[in-house]
């Protein structure tokens, strides 16, 4: 082989080397990883407090006014939530720009000849990361407008909250009893659930945690196992407003 | 046994590759992936023809010479197993065999099968090895380290540098190959001295020549080492804790 590079022209030129970037891919998968644990960690709070919809409206709609009050009088209503808000918009971007950035260079450095040939459920939850994203992230969107902004997808008689109370209970409600809307949250959930059970995952890894095969595969049941729950959690309310277990 | 073969062949890396199909007969099931190619080679100068280029060497699993996708497979069906070491009873008799040079981005076509992977050697340029005063060797156990921390650097000095890893890689990422290198050099005393220093130059190889992993675990299912999964998370830890050490070689 040696004797076959060392003629005339350089293939070096062709192995197309590239310029270090400024956000190295090694800061790129931090950024991912410690974004998509807070993501990860917010979703299971975020399950959590929806499932108080099965104590009752109002324990639920003083949930929901708890966390607009919440450090009052240090932060005024709605204060703490939206500085909440700004830090995972924040971990949003860093999340989103370097999936961005990492599948474009992966794309690059895998060249004209596409990986083909991959099976198995693992891989299947690895690359459609970028597609299930993309899902989550307009999930995201509907859902912002749907229950919080209250505007465009949302239900019909959207009560907005104030300090005096909330309606979250019966927003819920009227917007998982149409059904077409409870089946975009199924979805997004299952959808969910794919994208946090390898992202989960992954991150172990990002984080530069080496371990055994053994270790490794608790690892893979813990995140799989995360992703279920917190799957389940949110999956059960539609379901529960369909079939009138909650109204 | 009958097996027809789908061959890449590209005369140089300036010219656009083409699969040729041939039909094989009297294959044996005892032969070697390689030996196949030998075989059909037979055949092909018997014609007039020009045989196929391919890599190969030691053809017992030790090198890391050669390396040919087979029907989309880095080395081929069998899994953590080099191309020298599989062999047709994998096969059905009939089958198709599409064989394929290593893909990616970084080893451009040579000819045929054969592949440029002088990023690989770029990485062990930047952090493949460390800094010893030359002289008469050292006495034998002068130094010493406990017999599980010896087995595991031994463990990741098993990579043979195939970049079938690569090769396997979605993203067309070296992670495997290079956090081997890391696991193995930073485990041992001789190699800690510039630990932070190589990961450094070994990590800014990687992304100067290789793609980002997104942790699909192809590479350690191809493996001929069999180098565990957990050598990709080397790679992220031993440059978070070169940025702790900035300023410092160790």
Known sequence: MASLVSTKSSPRAST???KRPLISNVLAKYIMAVTGIIFGLFVFVHMYGNL?????????????????TLFEPLFPYEGFLWVFRIVLLTCLIGHVGCAFLISSRAKKARGAHK????RGFKSFTARTMLVTGIVLLLFIIFHILDLTAGVAVAPEGFQHGSEAGSFAYQNLIASFQRPLASLVYIVAMVILFLHLAHGLWAAVYDFGVTVSEKVRSWIILIAGVFALIVMLGNISIPIAVLTGIIS | MRLTIEVWRQDNPEVEGHFETHLVEGAQEEMSLLELIDYLNDQLVSEGREPIAYDSDCREGICGTCGITVNDDAHGPVKNTPSCR?????FKDGAVLRLEPFRSGAFPVIRDLVVDRSGMDRVLQAGGYISVDAGTAADADSMQIGHGRAEKALDFAACIGCGACISACPNGAANLFAGSLLNHLST????STERSKRARAVIAELDESF????????????CPAGIPLSAIAAVNRERARALIRTGKDD
């Not at chain 1, 990986?115 to 991959?118: A, P, Q, S, W």
């Not at chain 2, 041992?188 to 190699?191: A, E, F, H, I, N």
Request: aromatic fraction near 12%; include cysteine.
């Open chain 1, 52 to 68: 108080k919809v099965y104590t009752g409206p109002e324990h639920f709609n003083a949930y929901a006014l708890f966390l607009r």
């Open chain 1, 16 to 18: 197309g080397r590239r």
């Open chain 2, 211 to 222: 793609g980002p992993c997104s942790v699909y675990g192809e590479c350690a299912k191809v």
């Open chain 1, 115 to 118: 990986r083909r040939g991959l």
């Open chain 2, 86 to 90: 599989q062999h047709l009873r994998s």
């Open chain 2, 188 to 191: 041992l005393p001789q190699g």
